[in-house]
């Protein structure tokens, strides 16, 4: 561990940094160099007098390098050059200034859950943002002041203990702000619109490191920008987000098993239970989520795949069970329900920290489709091709294909124009992560495979553009599927990314305008900066 305190910056440092660097700090932002290979301990020399004492700064020699870059889904790697971790928000505008104006690439990061393939194009300063962990119940009870780096698991039990909740994301390991950025998808959203529905004002650190609010009322069409688009934007250091009464002391949930001769009869029933898609009066937001996948599950079967499905309701089982008689009735081999409280549901419906979902370390090789209603037909297809390549690749055995089911009340009733989140229209969200130990001989396989099941879903829904939620994005589809495919949409994320980030310095995931700079090095880093400026006078 280095803290930055214990740093004196010596000359002898100062003269390594300029070896290293072969030139000056251009600390007035007009630099037309990169210094982007700078060691971590120049970095700390140079940077660390500026920052609180708390902050530390890890290059690759560090013992917590290893721990602070660690990924949930190794097969897109950034490459981290050296991980600096605020202590205060104050910090991160610093930290922004400093790479920016020395051309360091930088991303901030807060549980390393981001799987798109846009994230291999890094290489640069991780800002990891996991220091910034405070939860504050404002004193009305209304809202509560976030961190930047918080997640699901510490919201949903601080608050719920409090007597509180908030939409996040329904995974417990997952960051807040990853999801929320993008729209975020979660177990509440039937009662309170996507996760970034509910902020109420941001903290954002610019990429020249200027500090700014942004929300309704200041830069507010930066605050619509931010609720669907907003990893292109900046770096968030803290947030206010509308809290909700707990309502109830538990949820109930139930989670059945079943063998493939019930696919059809479970996706009929499906699509009964939220209307083909029209939920208005039939998937209530009590009955807040159901999710299921194809995976294997040897007790079972060691040859074919069975059905997994979740549903959780936010009240008793009384209340949940006429919504689940259509289910009951389909004879399964195995059932289990029970009623906990919410923080609890992640643990019971295979989205907790100790679930296999959240180990980190495993290739995921993933495409996302969104859906408003099952194609039986399609949804056979994909179980078919799951049996075979299972079979054909028995490495890929922790494979899941993954169906998603939204109560979608509180989602309808926001305006799709108010957020540059684009998918409102689209209750179902499905999705492949092909699963297996790293190892290249694999990859194509599983591309091909995770390729074929989206393309198999999007061809099952003719009457649909296909679209992307973008925190599941691949990372190769188009800006259009992703951010919506009104013109207006683009050309006005476009616009303010012309007048907020020129240089198109957030660029690592799934940009708006792409990223020209591959794995950026000394050399090609000003030709970036420089393709930026053109992608700026493209997106006017
Ligand atoms: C197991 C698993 C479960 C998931 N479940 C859900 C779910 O229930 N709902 C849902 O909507 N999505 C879900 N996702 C997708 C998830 O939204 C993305 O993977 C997201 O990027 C993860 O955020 P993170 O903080 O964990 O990852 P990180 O890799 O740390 O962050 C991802 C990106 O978010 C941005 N970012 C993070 N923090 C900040 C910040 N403070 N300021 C600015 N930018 C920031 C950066 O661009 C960063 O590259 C899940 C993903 C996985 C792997």
Redesign the pocket.
């Known amino acids: 561990m280095t803290r930055l305190h214990r740093l004196a910056v010596s000359s002898a440092l100062l003269l390594q940094s300029l070896a290293f660097a072969s030139s000056e700090p251009c600390l007035n932002g007009l630099c037309h160099f990169t210094r982007n290979k700078l060691a971590s301990r120049t970095v700390a020399s140079e940077l660390g007098p500026q920052l609180s004492k708390n902050c530390n700064v890890y290059g690759p020699d560090d013992t917590q390098f290893g721990n602070c870059t660690a990924r949930?889904?190794p097969f897109f790697t950034p490459k981290i050059q050296m991980v600096v971790q605020p202590a205060t928000e104050d910090d991160v505008p610093k930290i922004v200034e400093y790479a920016s104006a020395n051309g360091i690439p930088f991303?901030?990061?807060?549980?390393?859950?981001?799987?798109t393939s846009t994230?291999s194009e890094f290489d640069g300063m991780q800002i990891d943002?996991s220091l910034l962990d405070k939860i504050e119940i404002q004193p009305d009870g209304k809202s509560a002041i976030l961190g930047?780096?918080v997640?699901a698991k510490n919201i949903m039990e601080k608050l719920w203990d409090a007597g509180y909740v908030t939409s996040s994301?329904?995974?417990s390991?997952?960051?807040l702000?990853?999801?929320a950025?993008?729209?975020?998808?979660?177990r509440l959203e039937g009662y309170y619109g996507v996760?970034s529905d509910s902020f109420l004002k941001l903290n954002v650190v610019l990429a020249n490191g200027t500090a700014i609010t942004v929300s309704e009322t200041e830069h507010p069409d930066l605050f619509w920008a931010m609720k669907g688009a907003?990893?292109n934007f900046?770096?968030?250091?803290s947030l206010e987000m509308k809290i909700y009464p707990r309502g109830v002391d538990t949820w109930y949930y139930k989670t059945y098993i079943w063998t493939q001769d019930k696919l059809e009869a479970v996706f009929e029933a499906s699509n009964a239970f939220h209307n083909d898609g029209n939920h208005a009066g039939h998937h209530l937001k009590e009955m807040a989520f159901n999710m299921g996948s194809y995976t294997m599950i040897p007790s079972i079967s060691e040859t074919e795949g069975v059905i997994f499905w979740s549903f959780v309701y936010r009240g008793s089982k009384e209340e949940a069970q006429p919504y689940l008689d259509a289910f009951d009735a389909i004879e399964a081999v195995s059932t289990e329900d029970g009623n906990v409280p919410y923080p609890e549901i992640p643990g019971v419906s295979g989205?907790g920290m100790s679930s296999a979902?959240?180990d980190y370390g495993l290739n995921?090789v993933h495409y996302p489709a969104g859906l408003k209603v099952w194609n039986v037909t399609t949804q056979r297809q994909i179980y078919d091709l799951y049996n075979e390549k299972i079979r054909e690749y028995p490495e890929f055995q922790r494979t899941t294909v993954n169906m998603e089911d939204y109560s979608h009340e509180g989602v309808d009733a926001i305006d799709p124009d108010t957020s540059a989140y684009p998918w409102r229209d689209r209750g179902l969200l499905s999705f492949i992560a092909v699963t297996y130990d790293p190892n290249p001989a694999l990859d194509e396989a599983a591309i091909a495979w995770a390729k074929e099941t989206r393309d198999l879903w999007n061809a099952g829904a003719p009457d649909l553009l296909p679209s992307t939620?973008v925190?599941?994005a691949h990372g190769d589809e188009s800006a259009e599927s992703m951010y919506g495919y009104e013109p207006w949409r683009l050309e006005k994320l476009r616009g303010l990314k012309a007048q907020y980030d020129p240089d198109n310095l957030f660029s690592?995931?799934n940009p708006i305008i792409p990223n020209m700079n591959p794995r950026s090095t000394h050399e090609s880093n000003f030709q970036g900066r420089q393709i930026g400026a053109k992608s700026r006078s493209r997106g006017q």
Request: proline content about 2%; charged content about 10%; hydrophobic content about 30%.
């Open positions: 949930y889904d991303l901030a990061m807060a549980r390393r859950h981001g799987m994230l943002m930047g780096g997640f994301g329904s995974t390991c997952v960051g702000l990853g999801p950025l993008g729209g975020g998808r979660g996760v907003g990893h900046g770096v968030v250091t989205t979902l959240c995921h939620y925190n599941y690592y995931y």
